[in-house]
């Protein structure tokens, strides 16, 4: 279940991530313009120039830290 929903939301954190990057790179030299714009563009733009599967490249990290916070929380549950 959790490792599903892993490989469903790694495309928005990817994507927000970018996005808070970015707002901080452009506070420092406002003369040029955002290259993402917005949740579905900044989408767009990495499927368009990293190739579609860019964004799951660190999933193996993301799904370890899964099952590291899945086992805690099996064997420390108290019934």
């Known amino acids: 279940k959790y490792v599903l929903l ?3 939301t790694i495309l928005l954190d990817t994507a927000k991530v970018r996005l808070q990057l970015q ?3 452009v506070v ?5 313009a955002p ?3 917005g ?3 900044t989408m ?10 860019a964004p799951w490249n660190s999933i193996i990290p993301g799904l370890q830290r899964q099952c590291i916070y899945g086992g805690l ?6 019934p």
Do not use: P
Not at 44 to 51: D, K, L, N, Q, V
């Open 6 to 8: 892993q490989f469903c």
């Open 35 to 37: 290259k993402y714009r």
């Open 28 to 32: 420092g030299d406002a003369a040029d």
């Open 73 to 78: 929380r099996i064997r420390l549950y108290d």
């Open 39 to 41: 949740l579905l563009g």
């Open 44 to 53: 767009a733009t990495i499927a368009r120039e990293e190739g579609l599967a």
């Open 23 to 25: 707002k901080k790179a």
